[in-house]
Structures are given as C-alpha cells and as structure tokens.
C-alpha cells in the first residue's frame, strides 16, 4: 500500500495537458537527467531501476536520493520483471515509458554477453508486452545508439543508411531493439520512437566512459590509454551534452503524445520513428585529452596504443536534420563549454 502511495504520488501530473512517464533506467546517467526536467515542467514521472552494479553503485545512489528530493519515486526492480510492469501499470495509466535501461557499454560485452542479452533483449520485449497489454497502451520512446552504424564509411550518418555492420555485442543488441519495436509498432499498433543517441558526456556521468575516466586519472596523477585507430588515424566521436539529449528526448516524448491523442487513443495509424540525437562535430580523442588538460590545468601522461579488437568503432558523426525538423531538436553545448561543466561538476 505504501508503495503504491509513492507510485501514484511520483506519477501526478502537475501542469495542464501534462504527461505520466514511466523512465527506466531512471538511476542511469540519461534517466535520472531526463526524469527531472520532466518533473520540473510538471509532468509525472515514475523511475524504475534495477542498480546493477556495471559501475559505481554509489553514484547510482547519489542519483536517487538527487530524483527523491524532487520527488520522483524509484521503484527498484528489473524490466524483465512482467509481474512487477503489470503491477505498475495496474497502478498508474502511464501515457509514455521513456526506456533508458541498458547494459551499455562495448567492452564489458567480451566478457558478459548475456547481461546484454538480458536487458537489451528480454527486457526489450518484457516491456513491450507489458505496454501492449496496458489500457491506455503507451508511446515508447527509447534509445538505441549511434553504435547501430557499426562499420558505416559514409559519413554524417542518417537514420535512412544501412545499419547492417555492428561492431560489437552491445551494438547488435541496439540493432535488434530496433527491428524488435518496429515489429511491435506494426503488429500491435504500439507507437515507437527510437534515438540513437551519440556518445552522451557531462555532469553526473557514467564512470565506463572515456572523458570520465580519463579526468579522474588525470587529477590522480594516473596514466591514461588512447586507443589509436587503423592506420595510425586518431578515432572521433561527436560528443553530445546531456542536456541537448535531455531536450531531444523530451522533445519526443511530446511529439510521441501527439501520435497517440490524449489519453492513448490513436488517431490513424501509430508512428515508428528514428532520430540521431547528436552534435554534428565530431572531435578526436587527442582533441578531447587536450581540452581536459586545458581545464583541470593538468598534464595527462598518455599511453597510446592500437586500437585492439572490441568493438570500438573509428569515428561517429551524426545528421540530425531529421530531428531538428520534426522534434525541433537543436544542439547548443560544444565540446569546450560541455567539459567545462563536467569538470566544475567535481564528483569524480
Ligand atoms: P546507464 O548505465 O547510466 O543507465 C542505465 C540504467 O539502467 C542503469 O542505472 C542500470 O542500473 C539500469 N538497468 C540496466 N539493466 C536494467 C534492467 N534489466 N532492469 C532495470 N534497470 C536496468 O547508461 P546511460 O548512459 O544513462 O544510457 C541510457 C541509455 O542510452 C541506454 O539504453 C544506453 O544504451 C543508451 N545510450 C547511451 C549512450 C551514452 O553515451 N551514454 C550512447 C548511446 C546510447
């Protein structure tokens, strides 16, 4: 009873024409971002999370208490739980799930290919069962990856080119998220909208990541390695801020609303869209350790090596004019500003 309390609390919606969303992955980097603006602006907001521990579960933590203190609920638990999503779905009619929960990274996918499976895979279809069976049945917003691109040599990448060379475990599972839903869009009438997100940065981070890692080695002291790619030629990945992502995203949980009318019911067919969500300048990583050095006043002692054989990809460079049109989606935070803040943020 109580918990149901804290539920319905979390899901009530605080401004006219606002939405209830369901964020998984709510205690993630993207999740606990996104669930706050959306509760900032007044909508309802529901987190669900099951704290794994692929990173630092005190930051996960941190997060939560950060959500509780602007009252957004997370319910500790697994996607793949399908008592546990009927159960919230019993208590709350949600009109969107923005689905954030992953096993990211490509490296850990070497040595744990099945927690990718599990929470790529299962829970994918787990959630999308559940949002099937849902009255109202809910528009999904997810995130895929630019990782979908793989091996792609023509660049910027649009959502309309080939997506058929994953580089990795992680990136296959993305690839196959995305045929998943759009089976599910097409056979159940769910709308569906998957963003392919390119390499996220910024304040409350995730400590996997290069910028993060490669910061708290360099106040350490600590040495740090830069994978070089073939050809001697230095990789490059268009680094997007959180909160040009947080825009995108809540920009297409708005559009996703108008899709599906007030209160789920759907007008004309429901929509399957893919959005880049990206920053359209890719930098290289030499780029990235220079700007760091720059703003922790700093020398870091690099260790560059060849690239080894795990799934990274050379480069990623994103066409966003498809979300600039339809969600409006238009990136402000360049890579100096963006890791300015990230350093000031000092968590590390
Ligand atoms: P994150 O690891 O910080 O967040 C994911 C959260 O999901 C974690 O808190 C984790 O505990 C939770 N989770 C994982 N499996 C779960 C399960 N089965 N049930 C319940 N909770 C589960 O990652 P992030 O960087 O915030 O990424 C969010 C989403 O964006 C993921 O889908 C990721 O694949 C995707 N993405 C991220 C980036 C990036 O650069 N950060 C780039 C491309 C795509």
Redesign the pocket.
Known sequence: IQWEKQVRNSAQIHRSGGMSVLV????????SHVSLALKRRGDGVVG?????N??DPSL?QARKALLNSHNVFIVE????DARLLAKLFDVVAFSHVMH?????GVRYAMENPHSYV???IA?LVTLLEACKSANPQPAIV??????VYGLNEKVPFSESDQTDQPASL?AAT?KAGEEITHTYNHIYGLSVTGL??????GPWG?PD?AYFSFTRNILQGKPITIYRGKNGVDLARDFTYIDDIVKGCVGSLDTAGKSTGSGGKKRGPAPYRVYNLGNTSPVTVPTLVGILERHLKMKAKKNVVDMPGNGDVPFTHANISLARRELGYKPTTDLQTGLKKFVRWGSL
Do not use: C
Request: positive net charge; glycine residues 8%; aromatic residues 20%.
């Open positions: 998984t992955g709510a205690a993630g980097f993207v999740g669900l999370d099951n704290f794994n692929y990173y996960k638990g697994d996607v793949n954030l929960a992953a096993q990211a599990h929470s790529n829970s997810w995130a895929s990856s630019s990782s992680y993305k392919r997100f390119f390499t996220v940065y995730r990541m």
